[in-house]
């Protein structure tokens, strides 16, 4: 045993009080009861008194005898000074209600018997739990098995909070109020719970067993008077989470056993699942490639590969992009290790195929960089117009998933149009992701829009992707000396254009919705024709500026705010 173990079994059984922790690897031999006799105790073994005073002079004795803490049993308060000096000698300080009888505190090394039968439970379930279940169900059945051999209902979740099986000792009836009452409050271990009044609580469960402890983390929530709790499958990135239904009792030695070999056991079939899903999505990145690259070979080579992914695509699809927002500079602060990133996409692409399988029954998804790509196609219960009405509801729903998932990114979605022909679904990739880029130039991070909505933007992009020089001349052209007025005068000839041309060159709309005068309007627009030489009345003038606006977005200028020193 080490002195942090004890410290911890003292405090969940005993109602003891750290103050502080000490060396919390030292190893502890026993304990040794203060009395009259000379060298009362040895090395490694925790001083046990209940005298009225710890002074300085005793803590020094303890500390000499290489002892690493003190057990104090009182019903006082220790002084700062006390607690201050056991510090600075490393002692490790705790103190225990005198109510406690001693023979509690023996009981903890004098349980040979007990560790030996628990080593025994030990050794049965990790063979009843370990063994191969095999199949498909196998997740299926050993939460089943584990929810027999624990007494208690299961239900287990994935890394990306889907629950995905659930285990029940009885009729089944516990295990579905479990998962009704999850799904209620929308509570999982992997994200963010959204419920306000959730409070947390995490602390190790031990079993001591005669070679050592073993140890479960075990979390509580308490939410609307309800109480829950999980374990996580596997230390660092969780392979799972496992829900236990404790129904208000505490956790016994054995069941903290069994839960460990269980998080063992779970964690080896979770990882063949994650294997096998990781190999699927290699096979659909391929195809994905493959498809809005053009190299797929024949049309109906395409529609075999997608149908042995599971969709079919013979009457075409409509693509839908799902991108992360800046995240060349997300990961450049975070120094993520490749591990962490490719942990971080797959995460992603589980969450955006969980949205896409309650809105749609035919579609293949598959990654490509720090993308997600869908084909989206009809079945007998979607049609196209379903696909089209849908697929912005897709996108909000991934959005609002990614914020509580992976809370420190954001996505935009382009979403491109149907087309019927399987032979076009490059274009239909190509159409989404012009509507991806087009979405974050103009209206920044976590943008939605669809290849109709851009309008003649999609002219001027495919311009800036062929020839940006060409686009750059133009916005020097139209709007770029307005932009270096705004920037060195802090004017706002920008926004007023932009408002007054979004109003169909109304100065009284615009004043309006710049709360300013409209002699002030036409003041500004003055200076517009000014600086451009370009009148935003004349039908002609006006529809260069316009396109000039869309430029100037495209190709992220904007002006800035002036110095301190700029004079007007």
């Avoid at 109510?99 to 023996?106: D, N």
């Avoid at 927002?325 to 990961?331: I, K, Q, T």
């Avoid at 002699?519 to 500026?545: G, P």
């Amino acid at each position: 045993m080490i002195l942090k173990e004890l410290f911890n079994i003292l405090s969940e059984e005993l109602g003891a009080r750290r103050l502080v922790a000490g060396e919390p690897g030292h190893p502890v031999k026993g304990l040794a009861i203060d009395e009259e006799a000379k060298s009362w105790f040895g090395p490694d073994e925790v001083a046990l008194t209940d005298r009225k005073n710890l002074d300085s002079r005793f803590l020094a004795l303890v500390t000499q005898a290489s002892a690493p803490a003190v057990v104090w049993r009182t019903d006082r308060e220790p002084s700062e000074e006390t607690v201050r000096q056991a510090g600075q000698l490393g002692l490790g300080l705790l103190t225990l209600p005198a109510s406690v009888p001693l023979r509690a505190m023996l009981s903890l090394f004098m349980r040979d018997a007990e560790c030996k039968e628990l080593l025994q439970y030990s050794h049965k379930a990790a063979r009843v739990l370990t063994e191969s279940v095999g199949g498909e169900a196998s997740v299926a059945q050993l939460a089943e098995k584990l929810a027999s051999v624990l007494g208690h209902s299961v239900v287990l979740e994935d890394p990306v909070g889907r629950l995905i099986a659930s285990g029940d000792p009885t009729d089944g009836s516990r295990s579905k109020v479990l998962l009704s009452t999850l799904e209620e409050y929308g509570l999982r271990a992997s994200k963010n719970s959204g419920v306000e009044e959730t409070r947390r609580e995490r602390c190790d469960r031990y079993a001591m067993l005669p070679d050592g402890f073993l140890s479960v983390p075990i979390e509580r929530w308490r939410v609307a008077g309800t109480e829950f709790f999980w374990t996580p499958i596997a230390a660092g990135a969780p392979a799972g989470y496992l829900w236990i239904d404790l129904a208000g009792s505490v956790l016994r030695a054995t069941e903290v056993v069994t839960l460990y070999w269980a998080a063992r056991a779970l964690g080896a079939e979770l990882g063949k699942e994650r294997v096998r899903l990781e190999t699927e999505l290699g096979v659909r990145g391929d195809f994905i490639d493959d498809t809005i690259n053009g190299h797929h070979g024949s049309t109906e080579l395409l529609l075999q590969r997608a149908r042995y992914l599971g969709a079919d695509l013979s009457s075409g699809a409509l693509s839908v992009v799902v991108d992360i927002d800046d995240f060349a500079s997300y990961l450049g602060q975070r120094k993520l290790k490749e591990s962490a990133i490719q942990e971080l996409k797959r995460r992603l692409t589980d969450g955006v195929g969980l949205q896409a399988q309650q809105l749609f029954s035919n579609f293949l998804l598959g990654p490509r960089s720090d993308n997600v790509i869908l084909f989206l196609g009809p079945s007998k219960d979607v049609t196209v117009g379903d696909l089209v009405e849908k697929a912005p509801i897709l996108a909000s729903r991934v959005q609002r998933y990614v914020g509580g998932l992976l809370p420190d990114l954001t996505v935009s979605v382009g979403i491109g149009r149907f087309k019927n022909d399987p032979a076009a679904l490059s274009d239909a990739y190509s159409e989404a992701n012009v509507a991806l880029e087009v979405g974050h130039r103009i209206h920044g991070p976590s943008s939605v829009l669809t290849f109709e909505q851009t309008g003649t933007y999609k002219l001027l992009f495919r311009v800036l992707q062929k020839d940006p020089e060409e686009l750059e001349t133009f916005y020097e052209e139209t709007l770029a000396p307005l932009v270096s007025y705004d920037s060195r005068y802090g004017t706002e000839l920008v926004q007023t254009l932009t408002t007054y041309l979004s109003n169909d060159a109304s100065p009284l709309k615009t004043a309006a919705d710049l709360l300013a005068h409209r002699h002030t309007i036409r003041y500004r627009l003055k200076r517009v024709r000014e600086l451009t030489h370009l009148d935003a009345n004349k039908s002609e003038d006006r529809e260069r500026l316009t396109l000039g606006i869309k430029a100037m977005q495209l190709l992220g200028r904007t002006p800035e705010k002036p110095s301190s020193f700029a004079v007007r």
